[in-house]
């Protein structure tokens, strides 16, 4: 049993990005997930030679590693050496500590690729606006917790919205939250399924699960009271999202 993360109000350490970064199946997903993007704008009519890509929350860097493997790979396959799509990176994380292993990343690992920006993602349009930046084609996040958005997903993605083009995509495109109920009853546990992109998924729901994926587990929402249901009977699940006054 673990109290679940909080990422916007805390920083995480390093054990913990240490797991993350184990997971074996989560960023072969991204990775599939970015290439796939960047082969829909690379075969769109207007061919672009550079896209423009945020990763938003990187952490340590693994989604930049991702990222940068599947411009890579892109590349291997669809285009000749003197046609070569090149991603330029924003790296946008909060945490003092990623970002001195970021700088390093950037400096040993991407060859200077990346532009490091030490901010709450939130404030990243001003940031952009003040320093010259381009919006986005592509933005790539990992601010899932174990039932879905409870870890202010929403609220941390909502303030880059100002930045965005019509046409920028969003990895993941989407996620489900999902609930099901523990005996009769004493609560219930929470999955999510999380569409990257075009198909490509992760899911801790047990139908669809991602099998061999260890950065989630589902979460346990506790009755503070149990009470007893039979076959056939209706429960309803009603959640109020609390915001203080700033």
């Not at 805390?10 to 074996?24: A, H």
Request: proline share 6%.
């Amino acid at each position: 049993m673990q109290v679940p993360l909080q990422p916007l109000a805390d920083n995480l350490d390093s054990s913990v990005y240490n797991t993350f970064e184990q997971d074996p199946v989560k960023y072969r997903r991204y990775r599939e997930a970015v290439e796939c993007a960047i082969r829909d704008f690379g075969e769109s009519a207007s061919r672009p030679e550079e896209l423009v890509l945020y990763v938003l929350g990187a952490g340590r860097g693994p989604l930049v590693t991702c990222s940068l493997e599947a411009e890579r790979n892109y590349n291997e396959r669809f285009r000749c050496k003197r046609d070569r799509l090149r991603l330029k990176v924003f790296v946008v994380e909060k945490n003092s500590n990623a970002i001195v292993t970021l700088r390093y990343m950037n400096s040993k690992v991407w060859r200077n690729r990346c532009i490091i920006i030490e901010s709450d993602m939130r404030n990243i349009p001003i940031i952009a606006m003040e320093n010259g930046y381009p919006q986005p084609d592509i933005i790539v996040s990992e601010l899932l917790g174990s039932f879905g958005d409870n870890e202010l997903s929403p609220e941390c993605l909502d303030g880059v919205t100002a930045l965005l083009k019509p046409t920028t995509i969003s990895i993941p495109q989407s996620y489900t939250s999902y609930l099901e109920s523990i005996l009769q009853l004493m609560g219930f546990a929470g999955y999510f399924y999380m569409d990257l992109y075009k198909g490509i998924s992760l899911s801790i729901v047990p139908s669809t699960y991602s099998k061999g994926m260890i950065s989630w587990f589902p979460a346990l929402i506790p009755l503070r009271e149990l009470f007893r249901v039979h076959n056939g009977d209706k429960v309803s699940y009603s959640i109020t999202v609390l915001q203080a006054n700033n």
